[in-house]
């Protein structure tokens, strides 16, 4: 009696063990599915920061490019603008004043003579013209640009720092030369010689004001680009940010290999008391 009672209690024990080690593996098993859970989570906030640093770089580098491009073409602009304005009265003072070259001859310096001034003139009209087009479509280039980035929450709260806010004002309706001020533009009007060096010239009058809007668009690249320097400094916070939640990333796939491991080594464990028990059942039965 005595001895049945002892191989009672090894019985007992081993199904106590066997219950704790199934238990544990149990519990284990739940933490997995807690650690998966988590690394879901976190894995949707990996891909939600990496898709807002791949959106920021991209308006950043947008940016950069179109500042310089901006600059490139608005300085080339008034410098054709610039030459146009100047070389079209020579010309015009040859047909109008019939002026003569330093041997005394009248239109010998074109082989062409006067027809070939009226052609020349023709031609520098129609490039003066199409300088204040090529800075239109500048203009609507860049605003087409920047409609893209509007609805963007980062850009737009940058850009609202600034005296101006890029995201409020009409581009086209600031800067672009409308066709009715094109038209204004006293392109086949003589002015003489003494005229044209007055500050009350119409010609020169639209040239300025015309010029200074050019200039002032031409100043939007700064802005520009201090926008884009601002989302190089977001970047590097978001890349510093990106780097910890990679390294929380990484550290619950860790906790969720080990509790797999553990998970494995209470099973081994719980099976190995089974077969003890087992073991011991099948001595009892024999005795």
Avoid: C
């Amino acid at each position: 009696m005595r001895r049945r009672i002892e191989k009672n209690k090894i019985i007992f024990i081993a199904l106590f063990f066997i219950a704790i080690f199934t238990g544990l593996s149990f519990i284990f098993d739940q933490r997995v599915v807690q650690q998966e859970n988590k690394i879901r989570q976190e894995q949707s906030i990996l891909s939600n920061k990496k898709i807002q640093i791949q959106d920021q770089m991209f308006i950043q580098n947008s940016l950069i490019d179109i500042s310089k491009e901006i600059k490139y073409l608005i300085k080339n602009q008034q410098n054709i603008l610039d030459t146009l304005y100047v070389h079209k009265p020579w010309f015009e003072d040859h047909l109008f004043q019939n002026l003569e070259n330093e041997k005394g001859q009248r239109f010998t310096s074109l082989r062409g003579g006067r027809e070939a001034f009226e052609r020349l003139l023709k031609i520098y009209k129609l490039n003066y013209l199409e300088v204040y087009k090529n800075y239109n479509n500048t203009v609507k280039e860049y605003d087409k640009i920047l409609n893209t980035f509007k609805n963007n929450e980062t850009y737009r709260e940058v850009a609202a720092e600034y005296d101006l806010n890029l995201i409020e004002i009409n581009i086209l309706e600031e800067y672009q030369i409308t066709e009715d001020e094109l038209n204004a533009i006293p392109i086949d009007q003589y002015i003489n010689e003494l005229d044209r060096a007055r500050p009350s010239d119409p010609s020169y009058k639209f040239y300025s004001n015309y010029r200074d809007r050019m200039h002032e668009f031409s100043l939007i690249a700064i802005y520009t680009l201090d926008i884009a320097d601002d989302f190089s400094k977001l970047q590097l916070k978001n890349f510093k940010s990106y780097e910890k939640l990679l390294i929380e990333f990484t550290k619950t796939k860790n906790k969720k290999n080990l509790y797999i491991l553990f998970s494995i080594f209470f099973q081994i464990l719980a099976l190995t008391a089974i077969l003890i028990l087992f073991k011991l059942i099948v001595n009892i039965e024999k005795k």
